[in-house]
């Protein structure tokens, strides 16, 4: 009995422990000159050391967020040819083929009002189904945007809405 709480003791400990698969010292450079990047930022939990490392992040040359890498998972960030972001690409491990995408959708003034999911490679923009989630006055100023949504533990669905005052 004794070795059986011993063994879920270890066990809870090492599954614990940040075992980051792309958060090291020689993923970091290499993805950095992989992407082509200018620079790039360490976000660290606690003190800086290596075992505390949460994410990093690279720019380009404009100051762009073009990857993120948090843990075992990487996110790549895509603009258009004004430098509009359009797509958010979310990979897992080092392996982008199987990723799925997040798609932003602007209105006429260039807003962010909502984005949708995608798995695969063709977007049929005439086709898509999204909530707006991002209201804007008359001067263009974002005044409403959901935060959150969700079910509650008797069932009811709910939404958080943040308000903006200008």
């Known amino acids: 009995m004794i070795k059986k709480y011993l063994f879920i ?3 809870v400990i090492l599954s614990c422990e940040n075992k980051s698969i792309l958060l090291n010292n020689k993923n970091i450079e290499k993805i950095a ?5 200018d620079y790039y930022v360490l976000k660290y939990i606690d003190e ?10 690279y ?6 967020l073009i990857e993120e890498l948090t843990g075992k998972n990487r996110i790549k960030y895509i603009y258009d040819a004004n430098g509009k972001l359009i797509q958010k690409k ?8 199987t990723s799925y995408r997040q798609v932003l959708v602007y209105d006429e003034y260039d807003n962010c009002i909502g984005s949708y999911f995608k798995r695969d490679t063709i977007t049929d923009s005439d086709s898509i189904a999204f909530d707006t989630v991002k209201f804007y ?30």
């Open 48 to 57: 800086i050391k290596e075992n505390s490392l949460v994410s990093v992040r």
């Open 9 to 11: 003791i270890i066990f």
């Open 137 to 166: 006055n008359n001067q263009q100023h974002l005044i409403r945007e959901l935060i959150q949504t969700g079910t509650n533990v008797s069932g009811k669905k709910y939404e958080r809405w943040k308000e903006y005052a200008y």
């Open 90 to 97: 979310y990979c897992r491990f080092q392996n982008c083929n």
């Open 33 to 37: 000159t992989s992407i082509d990047c």
């Open 59 to 64: 720019f380009n040359t404009n100051n762009q």
